[in-house]
């Protein structure tokens, strides 16, 4: 079976040279408008690897994607992270009849500054492409200007200020869409408190399955949400103050004790029922959840 193409591009001036753009004016950090890219005669790859980092804002994108399980029109501003190494799935009619910003920065335009290592921390570098941030125009505006800074910052002459100034400006860009997803996980109030209540099914459903073989993952529980892991976990931290594994514990807490306290099953069995191949594991986390063993815990019933 025929693999789908698949472009690799290692660094900012091979963007602009498959973009159809002119030679950046950095070679390790470069914003683009996307009203410049010109559409490619030739078949476009079904896959793209970018080793940098790209921040997309776009406008009327020409398709529909979808945030969680609902799809929404690309008719307002949405800005999407990619991190280096990422793939990047290009449909039909995902062509660039759209406009925005595009904001890249090579790796090696990090070293030896803080941002190097806390990058990464960004959760939303891990999220997919249908978890993208949608923006509220006084957003936009402050995500648009602080792009425009950085711009302007590496036309200008370069001096030994030059790096620091624009790590700076990035770093708060940043901070700002950690703000804003905050604020999009509160007031898309409907559709994510629909993703917690399927999230809870999801759970309910594999503990009530007849043969469990372990604990549930968080990316099963992704996976069955159309999710991504590290998003899921954000949207629960925020929606309940714990993680998605911390409602995967949970939930199998709850479980262990209702068989506990309603059945004569041994400690062990409720283990192997719970898909522990250890009961020794299971003792041990339902201890570090409730600082009771499961004995002592039964005994408190008689």
Not at 5 to 11: E, M
Not at 256 to 269: C, Y
């Amino acid at each position: 079976m025929p693999t789908e193409p698949l472009l690799r591009i290692d660094t900012l001036s091979a963007y602009h040279q498959f973009a159809g753009l002119p030679k950046p004016a950095h070679p390790l950090i470069s914003v683009v408008r996307f009203d410049d890219i010109r559409p490619r005669k030739t078949e476009p790859p079904k896959s793209i690897v970018n080793n940098f980092y790209s921040i997309a804002l776009k406008h009327n994108f020409r398709g529909r994607m979808k945030y969680g399980q609902q799809p929404y029109d690309f008719d307002e501003g949405v800005m999407v992270f990619l991190a280096p190494g990422q793939v990047l799935s290009v449909t039909a009619d995902e062509s660039h009849e759209h406009s925005g910003w595009l904001l890249m920065i090579h790796p090696d335009f990090l070293w030896h500054t803080p941002l190097a290592k806390t990058i990464r921390q960004h959760d939303y570098f891990d999220y997919s492409i249908r978890e993208a941030l949608f923006l509220s125009e006084n957003e936009e505006s402050m995500i648009v200007s602080i792009i425009r800074q950085i711009q302007q910052e590496y036309q200008a002459p370069i001096d030994k200020f030059s790096q620091h100034i624009i790590v700076a400006q990035l770093d708060v860009l940043l901070n700002y869409a950690d703000r804003f997803y905050q604020r999009q996980f509160i007031t898309r109030k409907i559709t994510n408190h629909q993703i917690l209540d399927r999230f809870e099914a999801v759970l309910e459903a594999y503990f009530e399955g007849d043969e469990l073989t372990g604990l549930p993952s968080v990316g099963y529980m992704a996976e069955q949400l159309n999710l991504s892991p590290t998003y899921l976990s954000s949207l629960l931290k925020t929606l309940t103050g714990q993680n998605a594994q911390q409602h995967i514990h949970d939930k199998l807490i709850e479980k262990a004790k209702e068989k506990l306290s309603t059945t004569k099953l041994s400690v062990s069995e409720i283990a192997y029922e719970l898909g522990f191949e250890h009961p020794q594991s299971f003792s041990k986390l339902f201890k570090s959840k409730t600082n009771s063993s499961p004995l002592d815990f039964r005994h408190s019933f008689n």
